[in-house]
Nanobody
Framework: VQLVESGGGLVQSGGSLRLSCAAS????????MGWYRQAPGKGREWVAT??????NYADSVEGRFTISRDNDKNTVYLEMNSLTPEDTDVYYC???????????????WGQGTLVTVSS
């Protein structure tokens, strides 16, 4: 199974971007999907998670970012509004994946997509 992010780029402060993360390959189930971000030299920070019937957000993005999931497309999205330069990071998608029925769920990460917000 692979997760591939897209949608990153350069945007002005106050602008918006929509990130996508699509799962492909062989797997049985993805129980939850989420977004994280990481600045150079810093640890990876949790941004948002979507699982069956619920979404959760970090305080720093609550009210500005919206996570959603299309189960038919095995894709998770992150709609980012009112962006500030502090949102500049590499954004990573993570899925909690079971490859086969009865197999343990494990974390699978995407390769990351860069978001740059100019002031």
């Amino acid at each position: 199974v692979q997760l591939v992010e897209s949608g990153g780029g350069l945007v002005q402060s106050g602008g918006s971007l929509r990130l996508s993360c699509a799962a492909s390959g062989t797997f049985f189930d993805i129980s939850s999907m989420g977004w994280y971000r990481q600045a150079p030299g810093k640890g990876r920070e949790w941004v948002a998670t979507v699982s069956t019937g619920s979404t959760n957000y970090a305080d720093s993005v609550e009210g500005r970012f919206t996570i959603s999931r299309d189960n038919d497309k095995n894709t998770v999205y992150l709609e980012m509004n009112s962006l500030t330069p502090e949102d500049t990071d590499v954004y990573y998608c993570k899925g909690l994946v079971a490859v086969y029925p009865g197999y343990e769920y494990r974390d699978v990460w995407g390769q990351g997509t860069l978001v740059t917000v100019s002031s």
